[in-house]
């Protein structure tokens, strides 16, 4: 029987790895991070991301250049969002992503069926 205690550990470790990641592969979060002093690394509960600054949708477009993971494994794909705040908001996702949201379509499809 798994813990709630294992689970908030695991996925604390999961976050971790994530943060930890974006900073050793996107430049927009290498600067961030150090901007604000936060070392993922040393991530011990959630309230530590109070550190990191809320991204905005502008502030998303002005860097998305620096937000890509550029050595991707099997590249990056463009995706978009409907614009109903006014503007699109593009951004890049990698293909077990592609792969997940085909799967997903897949099996809404069958509920219809």
Known sequence: MVRSWEIKNLQLNKLKDLLTH???N???YKKR???VGFDPSSLKS???LSLIPTLSKPE???NLDDMVWKDCPGGLHR????G???EPLIFYFDRRRQAYD???RALTHRWWE
């Open 60 to 62: 998303i477009r002005q």
């Open 33 to 35: 991070f150090a901007d």
């Open 102 to 104: 085909a799967a997903a």
């Open 79 to 82: 995706y978009n969002t409907g």
């Open 84 to 86: 109903s705040s006014g």
């Open 46 to 48: 959630l309230d530590d």
């Open 26 to 28: 996107c430049l927009f």
């Open 22 to 24: 974006s900073q050793k």
